[in-house]
């Protein structure tokens, strides 16, 4: 009878062990797949997706099934952190992947240490990761190294006044920043510093100011829709000074919503929109050209930089909790510091207890828009 007992025992054991090795490790997600930042929102929700197929068919996590409970923040603030306030108290997730926007991020981020679990934002101004917020971490290059490139590009065409024209919400905001320090660093003058709001529709009074001004060189920092307003306008008012683009515009939608006026647009963005034109042995070109393939096939449509970060923040988690062993997100996060040599859509991930984006300005490259395409500067 006690020999039957024990028998019956483990095997109770053995059925609790099996369904607690099938639990399934519950990830949080929050991006705009819908509101003025759906272009960015949308590719990162399908990304996403993607890759936890990809992770479940090849038998999970930790030997556990990838589960993502995923809120819509509508490219809201109040709305992203209430998603957030609900992923960590009712869903209990390991980790949060987004937002997608830099406003939103910087909405939230704040909580994150009081909530306990980490967040690898799918959004780029330096804010998010400067100073280092211990739970905090992100994916797309800093605006920082974006301006760095596109100033080196300004410089080798000759100019030496510049003018500026942000947008006034969260990435504007930090890319205007990081421009006033960086454009007199680079030897460069600035001649006009303009903002327009997200909403605007007709952008002609800042740049007839600007077109007045011995301006070499006009830079629009944001996204769209705002940049492709600018660069119609730009057009209409037959400017010659040449109108350079940041990298909040490296998707195939803003060269629909500008049009002609897109032709010859030159901005910086990450290899993934020109990743066929990358040499052989590129160390990114594999995994870059796969990811489009399985995107391309997935959903018929282009790639974009911003669904790479969906990508680049699954791969990232994936590496932390098979480093820790545990989903535990003190753990999780820990392990996010020490994942160095990750080959993403973004760049090459070197993360540290001081560095939590883990790239440098060579993540960019600087791309001309040709006959509605990127194309390769080199």
């Given at each position: 009878?006690?020999?039957?007992?024990?028998?019956?025992?483990?095997?109770?054991?053995?059925?609790?062990?099996?369904?607690?090795?099938?639990?399934?490790i519950?990830?949080?997600?929050?991006?705009?797949?819908t509101?003025?930042?759906?272009?960015?929102?949308?590719?990162?929700?399908?990304?996403?997706?993607?890759?936890v197929?990809g992770?479940?068919?090849?038998?999970?996590?930790?030997?556990?099934?990838?589960e993502?409970?995923?809120?819509?923040?509508?490219?809201?603030?109040?709305?992203?952190?209430?998603?957030?306030?609900?992923?960590?108290?009712?869903?209990?997730?390991?980790?949060i992947?987004?937002?997608?926007?830099?406003?939103?991020?910087?909405?939230?981020?704040?909580?994150?240490?009081?909530?306990?679990?980490?967040?690898?934002?799918?959004?780029?101004?330096?804010?998010?990761?400067?100073?280092?917020?211990?739970?905090?971490?992100?994916?797309?290059?800093?605006?920082?190294?974006?301006?760095?490139?596109?100033?080196?590009?300004?410089?080798?065409?000759?100019a030496?006044?510049?003018?500026?024209?942000t947008?006034?919400?969260?990435?504007?905001?930090?890319?205007?920043?990081?421009?006033?320090?960086?454009?007199?660093?680079?030897?460069?003058?600035?001649?006009?510093?303009?903002?327009?709001?997200?909403?605007?529709?007709?952008?002609?009074?800042q740049l007839?100011?600007?077109?007045?001004l011995?301006?070499?060189?006009?830079?629009?920092?944001?996204?769209?829709?705002?940049?492709?307003?600018?660069?119609?306008?730009?057009?209409q008012?037959?400017?010659?000074i040449?109108?350079?683009?940041?990298?909040?515009?490296?998707?195939?939608?803003?060269?629909?919503?500008?049009g002609?006026?897109?032709?010859?647009?030159?901005?910086?963005?990450?290899?993934?929109i020109?990743?066929g034109?990358?040499?052989?042995?590129?160390?990114?070109?594999?995994?870059?050209?796969?990811?489009?393939?399985?995107?391309?096939?997935?959903?018929?449509?282009?790639?974009?930089?911003?669904?790479g970060?969906?990508?680049?923040?699954?791969?990232?988690?994936?590496?932390?909790?098979?480093?820790?062993?545990?989903?535990?997100?003190?753990?999780?996060?820990?392990?996010?510091?020490?994942?160095?040599?990750?080959?993403?859509?973004?760049?090459?991930?070197?993360?540290?207890?001081?560095?939590?984006?883990?790239?440098?300005?060579?993540?960019?490259?600087v791309?001309?828009?040709?006959?509605?395409?990127?194309?390769?500067?080199?």
């Amino acid at each position: 009878m006690k020999r039957t007992c024990l028998i019956l025992l483990a095997f109770i054991f053995l059925l609790v062990s099996q369904a607690t090795a099938a639990e399934p490790i519950r990830i949080g997600a929050v991006f705009s797949s819908t509101g003025p930042a759906s272009f960015l929102g949308e590719p990162e929700r399908n990304s996403l997706a993607m890759a936890v197929e990809g992770i479940n068919a090849a038998g999970g996590i930790l030997g556990r099934p990838v589960e993502v409970i995923q809120y819509d923040d509508e490219t809201e603030v109040n709305k992203c952190v209430l998603a957030v306030e609900k992923l960590a108290r009712k869903d209990r997730v390991s980790a949060i992947l987004g937002p997608t926007t830099s406003g939103n991020t910087l909405a939230v981020m704040r909580n994150m240490a009081r909530y306990g679990i980490p967040l690898i934002s799918c959004a780029s101004s330096d804010k998010i990761v400067l100073p280092v917020n211990p739970w905090v971490f992100k994916v797309a290059p800093s605006d920082r190294f974006a301006i760095e490139t596109l100033l080196d590009t300004v410089l080798a065409a000759g100019a030496r006044n510049v003018a500026i024209l942000t947008v006034s919400d969260g990435y504007g905001q930090s890319g205007r920043a990081a421009l006033l320090s960086l454009i007199p660093a680079a030897g460069l003058t600035l001649v006009a510093d303009e903002v327009y709001g997200p909403k605007d529709t007709d952008m002609t009074a800042q740049l007839t100011k600007i077109r007045g001004l011995s301006a070499d060189a006009v830079i629009c920092w944001g996204t769209n829709p705002g940049p492709a307003v600018i660069a119609r306008n730009h057009r209409q008012l037959a400017m010659t000074i040449p109108l350079y683009m940041s990298h909040g515009v490296a998707s195939k939608k803003f060269i629909e919503l500008a049009g002609e006026a897109a032709e010859g647009l030159i901005l910086p963005a990450g290899r993934l929109i020109v990743a066929g034109q990358l040499p052989d042995g590129h160390p990114q070109k594999a995994m870059l050209t796969d990811y489009a393939k399985r995107y391309t096939a997935a959903y018929g449509s282009a790639v974009s930089t911003f669904g790479g970060h969906a990508w680049d923040a699954m791969l990232l988690l994936k590496a932390a909790m098979e480093k820790a062993g545990t989903d535990e997100p003190k753990a999780v996060r820990d392990a996010l510091e020490s994942v160095t040599g990750l080959v993403g859509t973004a760049g090459i991930f070197n993360f540290s207890p001081t560095d939590h984006n883990g790239l440098d300005k060579t993540a960019f490259e600087v791309v001309r828009i040709e006959k509605g395409d990127w194309a390769l500067l080199h």
